[in-house]
């Protein structure tokens, strides 16, 4: 229209181009009324009017021009700010690297890109390989693990700057590793290094455009600081978990009959920590967290930490009598034997039974004590064939060890607290050391070394209690071989049955005894504990 007014003015009608930044966008028409009186004067001065005039409308357009542009740049602003926030409110939700991965892909998803396929490659500090982490789309495993192998997504970590190929047959970077015609490549950077890679293609070419490639960049920006951090978070948990293993080891170490005990310990309860988890008969209401596990894995591999201040020689104790006492014991009785004229061979022998047997009955308490009243004369002297120590000891009812050297022992729960006490252990972690200092008290009071009653003492450390006397039937000691399971659970019943450990958690152990063994065994590869809560356990 514009065109045909230039090209066919009315009569007398005058014309005044009108630009925006140098470019035509048209005309302002002015013509006099049909009763105009032509004016000499007044015309004359009519086309600087009509210039003054198209300058004014002129400045008006490119002020509304203006005016849209920052209207325009301002939401777009706004919408990257939104698109910030809310992406950094979702990709720093988590502190696992593979969370903070797929929260980057849903993100991308709920944009509306046009990608079919999508999948986040994470690579580990100190590591040079990329590593799938989570992926979306039909076979996207498949079809998008081996582009970490192309030139392309090399170049791409070597640059660290995003790229979109939408006709990747024709790059020379590409070597068809993939079913893809577009791709796009977004680096996750943190600290100047690459720790991840956002891949998103289709089989379709011309797929992705500028603007998605700078909706994707501004994702990978927050993306890569979360995950920066996630990576790091997990190489100190890692860092701290083989601390702990170390510890637990060191302190196993001890007494080679113990070895590898408090990591049993550690697995075993997590493992019934998940069949408490997933019971719906004895514990409804009861669920445990990833971060729950957690603490209690650290609490089954610190919760012997106290026995470093046990002396070796009670911690290690295999008999009521060390070899050495018993050795002079032998010596008296071929003294008395020298002297009386009898031969005690067969009664050392017993002794020597008795020293080494976990209980003492009627008849070995008979022997112990008529070997004790007998006395070696020699002239005036005489010597009694055990002291007053000895035959206490041989008396012992059960187990080795004296009541003093039983309350060294006890003390080790307390001497964990206080060897721990000074680590700033997280807030997830507020119950670590109440689970470690309750793990030997019982139900009825009977136990050490607070003698809580049932109500205060946690479910975990009801949890610790019972695999600690599980793993300490079933595996052979010093003072005892190795018993099986079907023993274990026995004893057990029997403690439950007595009032003393939790009778609900010995009843699902015992239900589900090859579940909880087989979980156990699975956290040997130390898995991700999100997945081992959530994951079914192998049959």
Same mark, same amino acid.
Not at 122 to 137: S, V
Not at 321 to 340: F, N, P, Y
Not at 368 to 392: F, H, Q, W
């Given at each position: 229209?514009?065109?045909?007014?230039?090209?066919?003015?009315?009569? !007398?009608?005058?014309?005044?181009?009108?630009?925006?930044?140098?470019?035509?966008?048209?005309?302002?028409?002015?013509?006099?009324?049909?009763?105009?009186?032509?004016?000499?004067?007044?015309?004359?001065?009519?086309?600087?009017?009509?210039?003054?005039?198209?300058?004014?409308?002129?400045?008006?357009?490119?002020?509304?021009?203006?005016?849209?542009?920052?209207?325009?740049?301002?939401?777009?602003?706004?919408?990257?700010? +939104?698109?910030?926030?809310?992406?950094?409110?979702?990709?720093?939700?988590?502190?696992?690297?593979?969370?903070?991965?797929q929260a980057l892909l849903d993100e991308?998803?709920?944009?509306?890109?046009? %990608?079919?396929? $999508?999948?986040?490659?994470?690579?580990?500090?100190?590591?040079?390989?990329?590593?799938?982490?989570?992926? @979306? $789309?039909?076979?996207?495993?498949s079809c998008l693990d081996p582009v970490?192998?192309?030139?392309?997504?090399?170049?791409?970590?070597?640059?660290?700057?995003?790229?979109?190929?939408?006709?990747?047959?024709?790059?020379?970077?590409?070597? !068809?590793?993939?079913?893809?015609?577009?791709?796009?490549?977004?680096?996750?950077? %943190?600290?100047?290094?690459?720790?991840?890679?956002?891949?998103?293609?289709?089989?379709?070419?011309?797929?992705?455009? %500028?603007?998605?490639?700078?909706?994707?960049?501004?994702?990978?920006?927050?993306?890569?600081?979360?995950?920066?951090?996630?990576?790091?978070?997990? +190489?100190?948990?890692?860092?701290?978990?083989?601390?702990?293993?170390?510890?637990?080891?060191?302190?196993?170490?001890?007494?080679?009959?113990?070895?590898?005990?408090?990591?049993?310990?550690?697995?075993?309860?997590?493992?019934?920590?998940?069949?408490?988890?997933?019971?719906?008969? @004895?514990?409804?209401?009861?669920?445990?967290?990833?971060?729950?596990?957690?603490?209690?894995?650290?609490?089954?591999?610190?919760?012997?930490?106290?026995?470093? $201040?046990?002396?070796?020689?009670?911690?290690?104790?295999?008999?009521?009598?060390?070899?050495?006492?018993?050795?002079?014991?032998?010596?008296?009785?071929?003294?008395?034997?020298?002297?009386?004229?009898?031969?005690?061979?067969?009664?050392?022998?017993?002794?020597?039974?008795?020293?080494?047997?976990?209980?003492? *009955?009627?008849?070995?308490?008979?022997?112990?004590?008529?070997?004790?009243?007998?006395?070696?004369?020699?002239?005036?002297? +005489?010597?009694?064939?055990?002291? %007053?120590?000895?035959?206490?000891?041989?008396?012992?009812?059960?187990?080795?060890?004296?009541?003093?050297?039983?309350?060294?022992?006890?003390?080790?729960? #307390?001497? *964990?607290?206080?060897?721990?006490?000074?680590?700033?252990?997280? #807030?997830?972690?507020?119950?670590?050391?109440?689970?470690?200092?309750?793990?030997?008290?019982?139900?009825?009071?009977?136990?050490?070394? $607070?003698?809580?009653?049932?109500?205060?003492?946690?479910?975990?450390?009801?949890?610790?209690?019972?695999?600690?006397?599980?793993?300490?039937?079933?595996?052979?000691?010093?003072?005892?071989?190795?018993?099986?399971?079907?023993?274990?659970?026995?004893?057990?019943?029997?403690?439950?049955?007595?009032?003393?450990?939790?009778?609900?958690?010995?009843?699902?152990?015992?239900?589900?005894?090859?579940?909880?063994?087989?979980? +156990?065994?699975?956290?040997?590869?130390?898995?991700?504990?999100?997945?081992?809560?959530?994951?079914?356990?192998?049959?």
């Open positions: 229209m514009l065109d045909a007014v230039a090209a066919a003015p009315e009569p !007398q009608c005058r014309l005044e181009p009108l630009r925006l930044d140098g470019c035509l966008l048209g005309y302002l028409a002015v013509s006099p009324p049909p009763d105009h009186i032509p004016q000499d004067s007044a015309d004359d001065r009519l086309p600087e009017l009509i210039r003054f005039v198209a300058g004014c409308l002129e400045a008006l357009i490119d002020g509304e021009a203006l005016r849209r542009a920052l209207a325009g740049e301002t939401l777009a602003k706004y919408r990257e700010i +939104s698109l910030l926030h809310r992406a950094t409110l979702g990709l720093n939700g988590s502190l696992r690297p593979r969370d903070v991965a991308c998803r709920r944009g509306e890109l046009p %990608a079919e396929v $999508g999948m986040v490659f994470l690579r580990a500090p100190g590591e040079t390989d990329f590593i799938p982490a989570c992926a @979306f $789309g039909d076979n996207a495993r970490a192998n192309s030139a392309l997504f090399r170049a791409i970590d070597c640059s660290q700057k995003g790229e979109i190929v939408n006709d990747l047959d024709a790059d020379s970077r590409w070597n !068809q590793e993939a079913p893809l015609s577009s791709m796009l490549l977004s680096p996750l950077v %943190a600290a100047n290094r690459c720790v991840g890679m956002l891949v998103l293609g289709g089989a379709a070419p011309m797929l992705f455009e %500028a603007n998605h490639l700078q909706y994707i960049g501004t994702l990978a920006t927050v993306a890569g600081i979360a995950t920066g951090n996630a990576l790091h978070f997990e +190489s100190i948990q890692t860092l701290i978990n083989s601390l702990m293993q170390a510890l637990a080891t060191a302190i196993d170490a001890r007494d080679p009959f113990t070895a590898g005990h408090s990591q049993r310990v550690a697995r075993l309860g997590v493992a019934l920590a998940r069949t408490v988890h997933l019971d719906r008969t @004895f514990f409804p209401d009861v669920t445990f967290s990833p971060h729950d596990l957690e603490e209690l894995l650290y609490a089954g591999l610190l919760h012997d930490v106290g026995k470093i $201040g046990i002396r070796e020689e009670v911690l290690t104790k295999a008999t009521r009598l060390s070899a050495g006492v018993m050795k002079v014991i032998g010596q008296r009785i071929s003294l008395l034997e020298m002297t009386a004229g009898q031969n005690y061979a067969m009664d050392f022998s017993e002794l020597c039974r008795i020293n080494a047997a976990d209980t003492v *009955s009627e008849e070995d308490a008979a022997l112990v004590t008529r070997l004790g009243a007998r006395e070696i004369r020699i002239g005036d002297a +005489s010597l009694p064939v055990l002291t %007053a120590a000895e035959i206490a000891c041989l008396l012992i009812a059960r187990g080795n060890l004296t009541p003093d050297e039983r309350l060294e022992i006890e003390r080790h729960p #307390e001497e *964990s607290h206080r060897i721990l006490k000074h680590i700033p252990f997280p #807030e997830n972690m507020r119950r670590l050391l109440p689970i470690i200092s309750q793990h030997h008290e019982r139900l009825d009071g009977s136990g050490y070394p $607070g003698k809580l009653l049932a109500p205060d003492i946690l479910l975990q450390s009801r949890i610790i209690a019972i695999v600690d006397i599980y793993d300490a039937i079933t595996m052979a000691r010093h003072y005892k071989p190795a018993l099986p399971r079907e023993k274990a659970l026995g004893v057990l019943w029997q403690e439950a049955r007595a009032g003393r450990i939790d009778q609900r958690l010995v009843r699902l152990l015992d239900d589900n005894i090859d579940v909880v063994e087989a979980d +156990s065994a699975r956290l040997e590869r130390r898995l991700d504990l999100s997945d081992f809560l959530a994951g079914p356990a192998p049959a």
